[in-house]
């Protein structure tokens, strides 16, 4: 048999999946959402509970990006850690996202069941300088009631989060995609967009004429909306993940490195396994979205070296995403009646599905408690 390792899939694909069908005709719609990942298609499930009419396209298709092809962590809060976030952007601010990202972590096992696991997740120190952090951390979260447990075990010494999850962050696209099509959306895949203003979008397939337009992509989001060019930057993430093996047992989601190290232990004894971006900053800034050999070299020898795990690698796959320059989401009417979200700082599971609800009520006149959070 012939490995997968080479072939950028993530381990999250069962291979079942049928592609979308392309955009055949000139379409009309109230809405038309561009990019069919978590956030889009979160997005386009508002704007049916509106009782809007939408139309949503992917270039590639259902979560072809990194809304497939990410770590499967489900954290609350933004790419910041809570007592970094309190000092950017406000205390009442910070505390108030973090609780709305827990709020949607449940709305998203709700909306794909059997896709989401609650078992926590860890942050581990890898220095003393770290475990100072997280203790700074531990405090912040606690003088806002926040709950924040130490750990010292068997991962070595940090925090552990009960109220984050992980899931199949696949799955849960496809279920929604399913589920958005049965309630009577269109969904397209292999349909580009080469332009679009409020009243239509020009695909390479044809037309559709709309009166507003919701731009839901994360990695390229500047090449897509040159306006955004100065506030989001893409980067590449990688992964790898192994045959299943119970060499080791992880009990939820772990970042480590400050985040910059992440893996996690699938159901079926696998391990997924991420990061290593910071080894090699300057070329990980980049639009390319396969594995490269120096970060998955970097990332086999954690797998070896300090989680110990001899198992063969089964899978190694990439993703781009965008990061903003202060951790907050784009969340942004960038053109009269166009509204782009996105730049998640590699954090957008639950974020980009509260950019996703907030973009689809703005675009239809009215708004939501994160949306004044962002924008206000």
Known sequence: ??????????????????????????????????????????????????????????????????????????????????????????????????????????????????????????????????????????????????????????????????GDASFNPLARCRALALGNIARGAQLFAKTRALSFSANEVVTDRGRIRCESVIVAVDGRLESLIP????????ARLQMLATAPTREIEVPCPVYARYGFDYYQQLPDGSIALGGGRDKSIATEWTAENEPSPFIQNYLESVLREKLHVQAPISHRWAANVSYTFNGLPVLAEVRPGVWALGGYSGTGNAVGALCGRAAARLASGDSTEFARLLLD
């Open 227 to 234: 306006e955004l060019a100065g506030s989001v930057r893409t």
């Open 1 to 162: 048999m012939t490995p997968r390792s080479f072939e950028n899939i993530p381990v999250w694909d069962d291979l079942k999946w049928r592609a979308l069908a392309p955009q055949d005709s000139e379409l009309n719609t109230d809405v038309c959402v561009i990019g069919l990942g978590g956030s889009g298609l979160t997005a386009i499930s508002e704007l049916l509970d509106i009782g809007r009419r939408v139309i949503g396209i992917d270039a590639a298709d259902v979560a072809a990006g990194a809304a497939g092809r990410n770590g499967g962590f489900l954290l609350g809060g933004t790419a910041d850690f809570h007592h970094d976030a309190g000092t950017a952007i406000g205390k009442a601010r910070a505390l108030r996202i973090h609780q709305l990202t827990l709020e949607e972590i449940g709305r998203i096992a709700e909306q794909a069941p059997g896709t989401v696991r609650f078992p926590g997740s860890l942050r581990i120190a890898e220095s003393d300088d770290e475990f100072a952090d997280c203790a700074r951390q531990r405090d912040a979260m606690r003088e806002d009631g926040m709950a924040v447990e130490d750990y010292n075990g068997q991962f070595g010494r940090g925090l552990f989060f009960p």
